[in-house]
């Protein structure tokens, strides 16, 4: 059992918290970014009355080309290191 703070506003009740990893070695590709998903079902206690989202699909909750899901990683933006 693991305890740790959330939102105030958070609602109490079952909660599906999931977290992803996404490794971007072939991310110039269509399709060539692989996902690595875990996720942990959170009994939250004595929650307030704020509203969840927002929410995405499990499945098909991001396009090939959305941005960050698909980029040249040999022409990055000024903030992020490139091993090119």
Sequence with gaps: QYSFKHSKSLPSGQNLLRVERIALQQASQEKGVQFSISGA????????????????????????NDPGI???????PVSVISYC
């Design 41 to 64: 079902n959170v009994n939250v206690a004595s929650g307030g009355n704020g509203s969840q989202g927002p929410m995405i699909q499990l499945l098909g909750g991001y396009s090939a």
């Design 70 to 76: 698909k980029l040249n990683l040999c022409i990055p």
